[in-house]
């Protein structure tokens, strides 16, 4: 089970016409281009949300990613990878307990990537209409950047 957080963005009015006439009325193309503008959107919450989560190994931080969604798209997604195992040093396993908590256990829950949510939504709205309008001015050519 993953461990989701996000909000809605709809694309309509002007935009939405001027992303429609750059994509040609193409629908993957505008699908591709709005998850490539909810990737960049979402990087500052994953920031936060790292910053944010429980330190005591790292492991945690580490595992918080953000990837483009699968079934319902577009848009992005920022989840706990879980790992292929529990020695998979790559995952947190136990992400569920730390975000949920476990009261029978005393495990409060910790819902940070709620909080980062919250706390950069603002700047992720921000980011996601200024990639929107550069997707849209360069033809929905996303501009490679060094990794």
């Known amino acids: 089970m993953a461990i989701k957080s996000g909000f809605d963005v709809k694309v309509t009015g002007l935009d939405g016409i001027r992303l429609a006439m750059a994509a040609a009325g193409d629908p993957k193309k505008i699908d591709k281009a709005i998850t490539t503008a909810a990737k960049a959107a979402a990087k500052p919450i994953t920031a936060e949300a790292k910053r944010r989560a429980p330190k ?38 136990y992400r569920w307990f730390i975000v949920s908590g476990v009261p029978k256990l005393g495990i409060a829950p910790r819902p940070f990537i709620d909080q980062a949510e919250a706390a950069r939504r603002d700047e992720a709205l921000e980011i996601f209409q200024t990639k929107v309008d550069e997707l849209i001015s360069n033809n929905l050519t996303p501009r490679r950047t060094g990794r």
């Open 56 to 93: 005591k190994t790292g492991r945690l931080r580490k595992a918080i990613k953000t990837q483009g969604v699968k079934y319902e798209k577009p848009g992005a997604l920022i989840t706990i990878a879980p790992g292929k195992r529990r020695d998979d040093l790559s995952g947190a396993w």
